[in-house]
Antibody, heavy 114, light 107 residues
Framework: EVQLVESGGGLVQPGGSLRLSCAAS????????MHWVRQVTGKGLEWVAA???????HYQDSVKGRFTISREIAKNSFYLQMNRLSAADTAVYYC????????WGQGALVTVSS | DTQMTQSPSYVSASVGDRVTITCRAS??????IAWFQQKPGKAPKLLIY???ILQSGVPSRFSGSGSGTDFTLTISSLQPEDFATYYC?????????FGQGTKLEIK
């Protein structure tokens, strides 16, 4: 079964850092583009970042220079390193697979607050 | 950036009704558009991709159409489990952008 499971969410102070993980099963991450999408509670979906099979990365302007997307093929896992966090980054973060987002994780809540 | 304008923002309908949701892109997206369904507390679920291709396992009452900048999601006969929020998304160019969502509620 194809599955994505996020972990690493939690409460962090403004200016702090957090790393989200997305563990894949049922397929090899190396063969697919992967994305991070976030959603503020009660609001719409916002694409955050992408990593394609060639290793190219793309970022939403609001996170460029602060967030880094990466993968570890040996662990079949995908990551979002988030630095210099602010309250505006508070959201549920989802990882998703392929150009058409055919599989999503369950989401990881990130709360930035003092 | 490509802006996705989705309408309506809210629709009230009954079981058995036909419902249409539209999405307009600010520039051509070459049919790289997908539609998602989201229920409260759950991750979005892919319904349609490449404008009209039904994702495996999705009921055939869902269909997508359109080209260029104007796209439509149609639910031919609403079922109780279809009451949810729907989003369009373009994946033609980065940043990938979503519509603001359409909340479908029971009349």
């Amino acid at each position: 079964e194809v599955q994505l499971v996020e972990s690493g969410g939690g409460l962090v102070q403004p200016g702090g850092s957090l790393r989200l993980s997305c563990a894949a099963s049922g397929f090899s991450l190396s063969n697919f583009d992967m994305h991070w999408v976030r959603q503020v509670t009660g609001k719409g979906l916002e694409w955050v970042a992408a990593l394609n099979t060639d290793g190219d990365t793309h970022y939403q302007d609001s996170v460029k220079g602060r967030f880094t997307i990466s993968r570890e093929i040996a662990k079949n896992s995908f990551y979002l390193q988030m630095n210099r966090l602010s309250a505006a980054d508070t959201a549920v973060y989802y990882c998703a697979r392929r150009y058409h987002y055919d599989t999503w994780g369950q989401g990881a809540l990130v709360t930035v607050s003092s | 950036d490509t802006q996705m304008t989705q309408s309506p923002s809210y629709v009230s309908a009954s079981v058995g009704d036909r419902v249409t949701i539209t999405c307009r892109a600010s520039q051509s997206v070459n049919n790289w558009i997908a539609w998602f369904q989201q229920k409260p507390g759950k991750a979005p679920k892919l319904l349609i991709y490449a404008a009209h291709i039904l994702q495996s396992g999705v009921p055939s009452r869902f269909s997508g159409s359109g080209s260029g900048t104007d796209f439509t999601l149609t639910i031919s006969s609403l079922q109780p489990e279809d009451f949810a929020t729907y989003y369009c998304q373009q994946a033609n160019s980065f940043p990938h952008t979503f519509g603001q969502g359409t909340k479908l509620e029971i009349k």
